[in-house]
């Protein structure tokens, strides 16, 4: 998961001069972050519950990762899924990091990410056309304790890597089947400042390696994009058991003087 994600300042810098200070927010500002999230999974559960059709709930995924990334800090990752009553969707993640350069371990976890998305197909089936949908997006970022709504559209559609270059080379193995791409626009945010275009995908390149990530251009009123961009190589070990490999990169930290890229590489469960 990304260390800065959709348009929040790093907060490394804005804390970097004091640094007990920094430690004093850092705690308190991850106990919001955490209370944050819950909260927010929390409202989308109410939201679908008010919902007239389904009254059922159900789980779909529920993760944990961690990260050591080669800029000298750790990643902590949570992620869930889940079908809501009145058949919405939530997903989302909350990713705890250290600071760059601060050290490996996961005491030294100082900084967060929240995303946590709502999701509906009723537009698109209302107008017949599939795989659109209506989607309402919460981020979090502490310890500046940053929060913003965005509310757009998105369109899903089926697309496999594996078989465009199948049919290239004329081989027919079945391996890799089953990829997406997902497109989203976002026009509106709480912040009142541009908006954002999104693509997320899923590739199943063999048997048990796949290729995930997300590219997300962040624009501003006066015309500026940065982009933040995050592919993830997902190698299946075990039944519940994935090694990962992932580039980062961050135009926000960029700019604001940090490094901006690089590797990290994990480990995470599946249930």
Not at 42 to 66: D, I, K, N, Q
Not at 81 to 98: I, N, Q, R, V
Not at 176 to 184: A, E, M, P, T
Not at 212 to 241: M, R, S, Y
Request: glycine share 12%; proline share 3%.
């Amino acid at each position: 998961m990304p260390t800065t994600k959709h348009g929040t300042k790093p907060d490394q810098v804005a804390l970097e001069e004091s640094p007990t200070r920094r430690e004093r927010s850092s705690g308190k500002s991850l106990q919001r972050a955490t209370e944050r999230a819950a909260l927010a999974l929390a409202l989308a559960v109410f939201v679908g519950c008010a919902a007239p059709e389904s009254r059922e709930l159900e789980l779909s995924a529920l993760s944990a990762s961690a990260y050591l990334d080669e800029r000298d800090f750790t990643t902590l990752s949570v992620g869930v899924a889940a079908k809501l009553p009145g058949k919405l969707s939530l997903w989302g993640f909350s990713d705890f990091h250290g600071f760059e350069d601060g050290g490996y371990g996961l005491g030294k976890l100082r900084r967060s990410f929240s995303e946590y998305r709502l999701s509906s197909g009723h537009l698109g089936k209302a107008l017949g056309v599939a795989g659109l949908g209506v989607q309402a997006e919460y981020n979090l970022s502490t310890p500046a304790d940053k929060s913003l709504l965005r509310f757009g559209m998105t369109f899903r559609h089926d697309f496999s890597l594996a078989s465009l270059v199948r049919s290239t080379t004329g081989s027919e193995s079945e391996e890799g089947d089953g990829g997406w791409l997902q497109w989203r626009v976002f026009p509106v945010e709480t912040d009142g400042d541009g908006g954002q275009l999104s693509l997320i995908y899923s590739q199943p390149l063999f048997d048990r390696l796949i290729l995930t990530g997300f590219c997300d251009l962040n624009l501003n009123d006066n015309g500026d994009g940065t982009w933040v961009i995050e592919p993830q190589l997902n190698l299946k070990a075990t039944k519940h058991l994935w090694v990962l490999l992932e580039y980062r990169y961050s135009g926000f930290e960029k700019s604001a003087g940090l490094e901006g890229s690089g590797w990290a590489i994990g480990l995470q469960v599946r249930l």
